[in-house]
């Protein structure tokens, strides 16, 4: 069983930067597929980017591509969203979300079905 604990929310002014950080304890993930999801008040939740594990293909959505960037440090068992450019439409809850199952994907899946193990979530904020 792996845990997901995400960090780096707050409250921060459109244009502004955050960071958040997915540190996963249990077992190690370096070769699972890990994923950043996103949730606003009255809508769907939906897939912001992705990472491969072995390949190191990534994915983003349309409405967040060149703005931000999903990494990983193996040896901290660490995911990390690099936000840049922050848009009032960026507000939601975002989820750390892991497939320990030991697939290999090329690409990182997209559909949160692949995904076995959630964060709680953490709150971001961008103020117009």
């Known amino acids: 069983q792996v845990q997901l604990v995400e960090s780096g929310g707050g409250l921060v002014q459109a244009g502004g930067s955050l960071r958040l950080s997915c540190a996963a304890s249990?077992?190690?993930?370096?070769?699972?597929?890990m994923s950043w999801f996103r949730q606003a008040p009255g809508k769907e939740r939906e897939l912001v980017a992705a990472l491969s594990g072995r390949t190191g293909n990534t994915y983003y959505a349309d409405s967040v591509k060149d703005r931000f960037i999903i990494s990983r440090d193996n040896a901290k068992n660490t995911v990390y969203l690099q936000m840049n450019s922050l848009k009032p439409e960026d507000t939601a809850v975002y989820y750390c979300?892991?497939?320990?199952?030991?697939?290999?994907?090329?690409?990182?899946?997209?559909?949160?079905?692949?995904?076995?193990?959630w964060g709680q979530g953490t709150q971001v904020t961008v103020s117009s």
């Open positions: 979300a892991a497939d320990m199952s030991g697939r290999y994907y090329y690409n990182p899946p997209t559909s949160s079905l692949y995904y076995d193990s």
């Open positions: 249990g077992r190690t993930f370096s070769s699972s597929a």
